[in-house]
């Protein structure tokens, strides 16, 4: 039984860095990609940053190329995701996700599996 959960949110002002992570307990080879994912107030849940998990890869939203970096330590069940250069629309709440469609390698699509969130708010 896959188990998600997430931490390192909290209120960041504009320009700020902050690491999330995720233990990700039970994540065997059913699944095939990990990733992080956001919602704003109002907004549908968006994909920020995504990985497979047999192979070196990685997908960015274009607003977050070159701020965000995702990583994994299998070692540990952990994936992680640095924000750096943060931004006010990077506010919501960050889901760590995982997914057991081939599709989910190569970007951030056919997550079905989904952490309980914590929230990320940039603001001055």
């Known amino acids: 039984q896959l188990q998600l959960v997430e931490s390192g949110g909290a209120l960041v002002q504009p320009g700020g860095s902050l690491r999330l992570s995720c233990e990700a307990s039970g994540l065997t080879r059913e699944y095939y990609g990990i990733g992080w994912f956001r919602q704003a107030p109002g907004k549908e849940r968006e994909g920020v940053s995504c990985m497979p998990t047999r192979f070196s890869s990685s997908w960015y939203r274009d607003s977050v190329k070159g701020r965000f970096t995702i990583s994994r330590d299998a070692s540990k069940n952990m994936v992680y995701l640095q924000m750096n250069n943060l931004k006010p629309e990077d506010t919501g709440v960050y889901y760590c996700?995982?997914?057991?469609?081939?599709?989910?390698?190569?970007?951030?699509?056919?997550?079905?599996?989904w952490g309980q969130g914590t929230q990320v708010t940039v603001s001055s």
């Open positions: 996700a995982a997914s057991r469609s081939p599709r989910g390698q190569f970007s951030c699509v056919d997550f079905d599996s």
